[in-house]
């Protein structure tokens, strides 16, 4: 009986790596630089979640996964914590540039009685989704209400970033 290996293909490697210098400067553009700088990676601000105008075809879909699971894996091998906004902030720009829509979501939900920190405390978190589908961000996104949407479509059909 043959195994199915869960260890990353050439291909994701690949994605990986192009992924780490791009955290690196979206972790530094997230500590020194203006707010707004750091958004321009996740698209346009819209005031509500209005779905992107194409539909997201299943090649897309798993692209979108693939680049999603890279980047997620390129954050665990930084020296420092990578967590979910440097990471929606790579994700958008790698799906940008393989033409893929995708809407970045911020959210916050304040901690309860089973958080470890005091009650009243807000978490914020960041969530990329391609077609209505969390590809960064799923662990903890249905928990936050979301604050800001950014949507980027580009109108075009998605080629493979490899």
């Known amino acids: 009986m043959k195994r199915l290996s869960i260890k990353p293909g050439l291909k994701d490697m690949a994605l990986s790596l192009r992924a780490l210098p791009l955290l690196v400067?979206?972790?530094y553009?997230?500590?020194r630089a203006?707010?707004?700088r750091a958004m321009q990676w996740l698209g346009v601000a819209q005031d509500s979640p209005a779905p992107v105008s194409r539909v997201c075809h299943?090649?897309?879909l798993a692209l979108a996964r693939r680049i999603g699971r890279a980047v997620q894996r390129a954050a665990r091998g930084l020296p420092w914590k990578c967590d979910c906004m440097p990471q929606a902030m790579v994700t958008c720009r790698l799906l940008q540039q393989v033409?893929?829509?995708?809407?970045a979501t911020i959210g916050g939900r304040l901690a309860?009685?089973?958080d470890t920190v005091a009650p009243g405390t807000f978490y914020a978190?960041?969530?990329v989704s391609v077609g209505g589908e969390v590809v960064v961000g799923q662990a903890t996104s249905a928990l936050h209400t979301p604050l800001a949407y950014f949507v980027a479509e580009s109108g075009s059909a998605a080629r493979s970033p490899n």
């Open 112 to 114: 309860g009685e089973g």
């Open 34 to 36: 203006p707010p707004s």
């Open 125 to 127: 978190h960041a969530w």
């Open 99 to 103: 033409r893929i829509d995708h809407v």
């Open 25 to 27: 400067r979206a972790s």
């Open 58 to 60: 299943a090649g897309e």
């Open 29 to 31: 553009v997230l500590r």
